[in-house]
């Protein structure tokens, strides 16, 4: 794993979970395939594996870098910019 230079702009604890599923695919009467956490504002979006696709969507629209996975038992993070696990 590497260190991208978005790693150190990121809020220092990790912003709280606004939600705990995608409120996206909830309001949509889908269901996330797994989690992502931005790790910007707290976000939580579906994966790209899901029909929405609403973490990449919310990197889209606020260009907040980086999320990890909100899965129980996965402790790994992912630079949209970068296009790299960090």
């Known amino acids: ?3 991208c ?3 150190s702009d ?3 604890p990790e912003p709280a979970p606004l939600s705990e599923t995608c409120l996206e695919c ?3 009467g889908t269901h ?3 989690l992502r956490l ?3 504002c707290g976000h939580v979006g579906c994966c790209d594996s899901s029909p929405g696709r609403h973490a990449t969507g919310h990197y889209q629209e606020t260009g907040h870098p980086v999320m ?3 899965e129980a038992g996965e402790n790994w993070r992912w630079c949209f910019t970068d ?3 960090v």
């Open 1 to 3: 794993m590497s260190v």
């Open 5 to 7: 230079p978005h790693v």
């Open 10 to 12: 990121l809020p220092r």
């Open 26 to 28: 909830r309001a949509a």
């Open 32 to 34: 996330p395939v797994q």
């Open 38 to 40: 931005c790790l910007s």
């Open 68 to 70: 990890r996975s909100f």
């Open 83 to 85: 296009g790299s696990i």
